[in-house]
């Protein structure tokens, strides 16, 4: 299970920290991502991590402004955000694995950028 948090109502410009919590399973074996679905549009991949030490990789829309991490001691994926833009106005899932179809995924916490 994947259960992820920390969405919320942010100002152009400013900055979030989700979080997800896994259980269920063995996290630090796997590979996480966050993605994103924005209002009427489909899913967008932001970023994938690999186990701690590695090189996470970004989609060029959010380089440079979020950053991935993970806690395996903890069991838990985190998304920094800065620089939010209205853009980045979406539903925000965590999900287990590199690339759809993910084996597991979160319930989706909801980011708002707006002023």
């Known amino acids: 299970q994947l259960q992820a948090s920390g969405g919320g109502l942010v100002q152009p410009g400013g900055s979030l920290t989700l979080s997800c919590v896994a259980s269920?399973?063995?996290?630090?074996?796997?590979?996480m991502t966050w993605f994103r679905q924005a209002p009427g549009k489909g899913q967008e991949w932001l970023s994938t991590?690999?186990?701690?030490?590695?090189?996470?990789l970004y989609a060029n829309s959010v380089k440079g402004r979020f950053a991935i991490s993970r806690d395996n001691a903890k069991n838990t994926l985190y998304l920094q955000m800065n620089d939010l833009k209205s853009e980045d106005t979406a539903v925000y899932y965590c999900?287990?694995?590199?690339?759809?179809?993910?084996?597991?995924r979160g319930q989706g916490t909801l980011v708002t950028v707006s002023s």
């Open positions: 999900a287990r694995g590199r690339r759809p179809p993910y084996s597991l």
């Open positions: 991590i690999y186990i701690e030490g590695t090189v996470p």
């Open positions: 269920g399973f063995f996290f630090s074996n796997y590979y």
